[in-house]
């Protein structure tokens, strides 16, 4: 009776058990999928905290080079006030300083190289402005072609190439500055990516780290499952193994443990409906 009840129903109870119990602890391992799920959510998240950090960063290339084209076409109209006293001529000059005015206002300010430059070039817009502003008189004196003074002429002149020599600084300056804000941009982005990959590298180094020591743990208590079947096998059903947890492998452990009740306690019947009919 023993025999057949061990090649029999306990096993059919086992499969039965184990079948159910797995079908738990497929869905429990199943859930560790949340963890590449979250690290992609992540990743997403840091793209477009990047994109948005450097966003305003271009923005300022933009206006740097139009800051370049300004400064330029500043240059060429200060040619044509020199060479005219058209009042349209003036009125573009001074619009022009004005949208130089407006870009500068627009680039960043911030301490360093860029801070800087741009500080150089308000030193420099700010003299063009005053001399430009001085020499209107002369270049309207000497147009009205009355004869000048010799030393009007001559400071005439020098007030030409003051502004001249200040608006080719400040084409260079200008220059230099739109370089520096492509490379800040360009460091910027190098920065974020950098941050980016080494969150990456970090969490997946605590996901495998955390998947290790689940799967060791849980190999570690099936491990004893194991030991405590094989000697089912032997013949030993008094055998329990101890359940610590409330998961999965706990309840595969409380189910293997109510089996094995099951089968002592038929064991038990069988034996004692056995002893009754041989008497």
Request: contains cysteine; hydrophobic residues 45%; proline residues 1%.
């Amino acid at each position: 009776v023993t025999r057949n009840l061990n090649s029999g129903a306990d096993r059919r109870y086992v499969a039965h058990c184990s079948g159910e119990t797995s079908m738990r602890l497929k869905t429990g391992l199943q859930m560790n999928a949340v963890l590449p799920i979250t690290l992609a959510i992540l990743v997403s998240l840091g793209m477009i905290l990047r994109t948005l950090s450097i966003h305003d960063a271009r923005k300022g290339i933009t206006v740097a080079e139009a800051f370049v084209t300004s400064v330029s076409d500043l240059s060429v109209l200060t040619l044509k006030c020199f060479a005219s006293v058209d009042a349209k001529v003036r009125q573009q000059w001074h619009a022009k300083v004005a949208s130089i005015e407006k870009y500068m206002e627009s680039l960043p300010s911030e301490s360093g190289n860029e801070g800087f430059l741009l500080q150089e070039v308000a030193d420099r817009l700010k003299s063009v402005k005053k001399e430009f502003n001085e020499v209107l008189p002369l270049l309207d004196e000497s147009a009205a072609g009355k004869g000048m003074a010799r030393e009007r002429t001559q400071e005439l002149i020098d007030r030409q190439n003051r502004i001249g020599l200040a608006l080719q600084e400040m084409v260079l300056l200008s220059f230099k500055l739109a370089t520096a804000t492509q490379r800040g941009v360009l460091n910027k982005e190098e920065t974020a990516d950098t941050a980016l990959v080494v969150f990456v590298a970090i969490f997946a180094l605590l996901m495998a780290w955390q998947m290790f020591v689940i799967g060791k743990e849980a190999l570690g208590r099936l491990g004893q499952l194991g030991v405590a079947a094989q000697q089912v096998t032997n013949g030993n059903y008094s055998v329990r193994v101890s359940i610590k947890d409330s998961d999965e492998i706990g309840d595969i452990f409380r189910a293997f443990n109510a089996m094995l009740d099951r089968v002592q306690a038929t064991i038990v019947r069988v034996s004692g409906e056995a002893d009754t009919l041989k008497r």
